[in-house]
Every structure is written in C-alpha cells, then in structure tokens.
C-alpha cells in the first residue's frame, strides 16, 4: 500500500475541490481507491502522491486556485479471452 493515503475529506481540501469530484475522478480511472476495512466510515482513502495540490495562500490557506484534473491512469489492456 502507497504511504500516504488520506480520506476523502483531506483528499478534497488538498486538491481544494468538492468531495464528490474526488470521487467522481476515482469512478473515471484518474485516481486510484484504496480499502482499509479498519476504518470506521467507508474505508476508502486516496494516495496524496496521484492527487494535485491546490494553491492556498501562505498566510491564511485561502484557496487561490484548485489543482488541475489528473490525467487517467494508464493501466495494461484486458487480454481477450
């Protein structure tokens, strides 16, 4: 498992957008879920090194602008059976 995975609320502040964009980029192959049945809520969390960093100001964290959209993850073809 990556090192630094988080859930998807710290996932959604990190990148500054919403929660189910979060989502919506993992359902779509830009961002890779990963299952920790320990946790109490759903069990998912998100790899900070595959998502984009939001720029915040210095001083007060205010988003200045949200991260870019990950490209999707390129993964090998499905052999035919």
Known sequence: ???HLVPEDLAAYWTGRPATTI???AAEGRL???HDPARRKNGVL???A???EARRDSDT???IAPGPTP???ETAPLLAA
């Open 1 to 3: 498992m990556p090192e």
């Open 23 to 25: 989502r919506r980029w």
């Open 32 to 34: 890779t879920r990963h």
């Open 46 to 48: 998100y790899d900070l």
């Open 50 to 52: 595959e998502l984009p």
């Open 61 to 63: 964290r205010k988003l």
């Open 71 to 73: 490209d999707v993850i």
